[in-house]
Nanobody, 120 residues
Framework: QVQLAESGGGLVQPGGSLRLSCAAS????????MGWYRQAPGKQRELVAG???????NYADSVKGRFTISRGNAKIPVYLQMNSLKPEDTAVYYC??????????????WGQGTQVTVSS
C-alpha cells in the first residue's frame, strides 16, 4: 500500500516562509511526475507546482518567483519551498504523485493535506 504524507504546514505571517515536505512509503518501484496542489475554502483544487522525473518544473502564475518545487530522496521525494507568502496562499496543500508499485500498478496518489494559513 502506497501512502503520501505532507508536513510543514502551519500559521505564518504575510511575507513569511514555509517548507512543505511529502513523505512517501509503501511498495514503490518508481515515482514519475509529482506535484503540489492546494484548495482554499469554496474553491476548486488547483495545481501550484509540478516537477517531472527529469526535473522539469512548472508553476501557477500566482506563485511564480515565490515558490520552488524540488525533488528529494526516496523517503521524501518532493518539497515545496514557499517564500513571500500572502494571505491568498491560505489553503490546504496536497501532494500528488504518479507512482508505479512493485506489482507494476501505476496510479495517481494523494496525501491527506496540510493546512497553510497566512495571516497577521
Amino acid at each position: 500500500q502506497v501512502q503520501l504524507a505532507e508536513s510543514g504546514g502551519g500559521l505564518v505571517q504575510p511575507g513569511g516562509s514555509l517548507r512543505l515536505s511529502c513523505a512517501a512509503s509503501g511498495a514503490i518501484a518508481s515515482i514519475n511526475a509529482m506535484g503540489w496542489y492546494r484548495q482554499a475554502p469554496g474553491k476548486q483544487r488547483e495545481l501550484v507546482a509540478g516537477i517531472t522525473s527529469g526535473g522539469t518544473t512548472n508553476y501557477a502564475d500566482s506563485v511564480k518567483g515565490r515558490f520552488t518545487i524540488s525533488r528529494g530522496n526516496a523517503k521524501i521525494p518532493v518539497y515545496l519551498q514557499m517564500n513571500s507568502l500572502k494571505p491568498e496562499d491560505t489553503a490546504v496543500y496536497y501532494c500528488n504523485a504518479d507512482i508505479v508499485t512493485w506489482s507494476q500498478y501505476r496510479a495517481d496518489y494523494w496525501g491527506q493535506g496540510t493546512q497553510v494559513t497566512v495571516s497577521s
